[in-house]
């Protein structure tokens, strides 16, 4: 279930995603690019980093996830509930004032940010069924975090994000310096300092998911290839390319072999395999 964070904190938090694992049947899970950094905590089971049989390693219960170039893979085996922050494009560092580009590629455990205050939280989340009551205690936790916040390269960040939005990710560093009147540098090290991406990969980020939602609402009538050329990729060839380097898989594959839980975290299965009993509560 995806929720809408309190109002005071739609500066810094896109949506709560609350999921549910009942069984123990072995998941693989997929998290790529949607633009935005996140917080994940995990209760009663683990996310794994692998499933070689050989070494595996555990996320910690509660960690930060940066931005990420293409995807990263995590498995999970028993019945657990995950609850997935997601930050707007800037919000991390809006929320912390921690540079979005030092945790790029990175998954940091919330404890070396948040101090005793995530045991506190996480404590709080796990003694609680109640999804109302479990909103208000990630509310109060984060509205406590802003207050104390003040929002820098506001004037130049918002209206470029805006700006890369409305036209769909088809957008050039040129465009973006002709739009705001600022140099190429100066972007790019906002973009960087807010983000953890320069405007160019934002922009072919933005533009995959454009694509990712028309995907959604397709029609029997409506192809691929229409699709294709809808978001703004040259051909057919060209999407799958970009889609295989941010996912991982085809478009074909996103539709057939994946349970979505959010547009961007999937479960992915082989042909022979059913899906799991993972679900967005």
């Avoid at 909103?135 to 109060?140: E, K, S, T, V, W």
């Avoid at 506001?154 to 002709?178: R, W």
Wanted: aromatic fraction near 12%.
């Amino acid at each position: 279930m995806q929720i809408t964070p309190a109002k005071e904190l739609s500066p810094y938090i896109k949506h709560y995603l609350f999921l549910e694992s009942e069984g123990t049947l072995s998941k693989k899970l997929r998290l790529f690019s949607d633009g935005n950094t996140g917080m994940v905590l995990t209760f009663n089971g683990n996310l794994i980093s692998n499933a070689d049989g050989i070494r595996t390693s555990t996320y910690p219960n509660s960690f930060l996830y940066g931005q990420v170039s293409t995807f990263k893979d995590l498995y999970l085996a028993e019945k657990t509930s995950i609850i997935i922050v997601v930050f707007q494009p800037y919000g991390f560092n809006y929320l912390l004032g921690i540079s979005a580009n030092e945790i790029r590629e990175d998954i940091i455990a919330t404890e070396k940010i948040f101090g005793s205050k995530d045991s506190l939280l996480y404590e709080k989340l796990s003694e609680q069924s109640d999804l109302k009551t479990k909103i208000q205690i990630l509310n109060n936790f984060f509205i406590e975090q802003a207050t104390k916040k003040t929002l820098s390269n506001e004037s130049i960040l918002h209206p470029t994000l805006n700006y890369i939005l409305k036209n769909k990710g088809a957008i050039t560093v040129n465009h973006l310096v002709k739009h705001t009147g600022y140099s190429e540098r100066h972007i790019e090290r906002i973009f960087k300092e807010c983000i953890g991406v320069n405007p160019k990969k934002f922009g072919n980020i933005v533009k995959l998911h454009f694509f990712l939602n028309l995907l959604k609402y397709k029609s029997r009538q409506n192809n691929i290839t229409n699709l294709c050329y809808e978001a703004g990729y040259a051909d057919q060839s060209h999407l799958i390319k970009e889609f295989k380097k941010y996912t991982g898989i085809t478009p074909t594959q996103y539709l057939n072999n994946t349970n979505r839980l959010a547009i961007n975290f999937m479960e992915i299965r082989s042909q022979d395999t059913p899906m799991s009993d993972l679900y967005n509560l």
